[in-house]
């Protein structure tokens, strides 16, 4: 999928928005008192081309687009990755933990094209994580897809399981924005625009349901 359409500046603005509401810090310049500020001001075209340069390769693009939107962003702390850093911090992850071995010993004699792919990833992945809880997260760019996305993996060394992948950089974001409000979902004080945008789209698929119109009803669930 193309990310020209998507609009990083809403997005992070929402997400912003509603870990810090409005209401916590009107009237503070700074945000108030134990604001975050998940965000910074984005890079510049000029930077992002400097960084791609010194890394030998162009930037996926909702990636590219991120930063030049926020030059890094701190993710919920229970996603395993706390800070995703900036253009001057990310840099060729290089295997620091030898993982490739472990990859390319349990790779069979038939492995399929996504375990080779795999398997390879660790030396060649774009290491984006600045904190974490024993968590890398990880560009793949032996792995593009038909619009120069790159996947993302996020591999949890405590966990001994295989990494999570997401097809692109905006993907992982958009799931760590489930997430948190996932996390907070049991909360009776938590609501904000997203929210009741979903309850009205659960009535709106429920009256549908009651009325016979289910395939109308399941794409708004």
Do not use: C
């Amino acid at each position: 999928m193309s990310d020209e359409s998507f609009n990083w500046q809403e997005f992070l603005g929402r997400w912003q928005e509603e870990w810090v509401p409005r209401a916590e810090h009107e009237g503070d310049g700074d945000g108030g008192p134990g604001a975050v500020r998940l965000g910074r001001p984005g890079a510049d075209e000029a930077v992002i081309t400097a960084a791609e340069k010194r890394l030998g390769k162009r930037l996926p693009p909702s990636y590219r687009q991120f930063l030049a939107a926020s030059d890094g962003w701190r993710v919920e702390q229970t996603a395993g990755v706390y800070q995703l850093g900036g253009i001057a911090d990310i840099d060729w992850s290089r295997d620091p933990y030898r993982l490739t071995e472990v990859y390319e010993e349990n790779l069979g004699d038939d492995p399929s094209e996504q375990e080779v792919l795999l398997a390879g990833m660790w030396k060649r992945s774009l290491r984006l994580e600045i904190d974490s809880d024993m968590t890398l997260a990880l560009l793949d760019p032996g792995d593009r897809d038909e619009h120069g996305e790159w996947p993302l993996y996020i591999y949890k060394g405590w966990s001994g399981e295989y990494p999570d992948r997401y097809p692109s950089f905006r993907a992982y974001m958009e799931a760590m924005y489930r997430s948190f409000h996932g996390d907070r979902v049991g909360r009776p004080d938590f609501e904000n625009a997203t929210t009741r945008a979903q309850d009205a789209r659960v009535k709106e698929a429920r009256l549908l349901a009651l009325r016979g119109r289910y395939e109308e009803a399941l794409p708004l669930l």
